[in-house]
């Protein structure tokens, strides 16, 4: 499955770790179920967000996606306009990329119904986090005090081998999965 990705911004203040070295956008159109794929990291928490878009006339074109099976479920719908919206911290600097990216086409493919979901649910590692309430002790919250370490959305106490960061081929394989779902729902 031949696909781009793009570093668009600095760790800075972020543990080491696999997110360190990946890419924080990928695109491809996916071969087996023939439907476009975007994988682009949430710039705050650290974590990835996945999606698959269906064009108009597909059964579950302007639905909400609550029959699918994702990772975390499905948690965001709409056109791309409305999904870019999430990111509004770096909305400017990500579209820029966004349009770079795509196959090399100026933006995502046009009249597509995007399903999205994330990697920030419980027990999921969000490696921005420590980034995050360091600029936030910055402020005069006390760290000491928090209940999240200077291992990112970690509790304090070790934590339990559940925890895991989802990887750039984790939320590839499950944006490839929900695809699989899409191409296969019968006619509404």
Known sequence: MAFKGLVLFKKLGWPDGPWMTEPDFVSWIDEAAGLPCVVQRNPILGVFNGYVGVPEGHAEFGMDGCDLCVHGGVTLTGKIPNITKVFTAVAAVERAHIKLAFDGKLEYPEGFWWFGFD??????????????????????????????????????????????????????????????????????
Not at 143 to 172: A, F, M, Q
Request: aromatic share 8%; charged share 20%.
């Open 119 to 188: 990697c920030a649910h419980g027990w999921d590692h969000t490696p921005g986090t420590h980034a995050l309430l360091n600029k936030i002790a910055k402020f005069g919250l006390d760290l000491d005090s928090s209940p999240y370490n200077s291992k990112g959305g970690i509790p304090i106490d070790e934590p339990p081998p559940t925890i895991s960061y989802k990887s750039v081929t984790y939320v590839r394989k499950e944006c490839a999965d929900l695809a699989i779902q899409l191409a296969t729902m019968p006619e509404g």
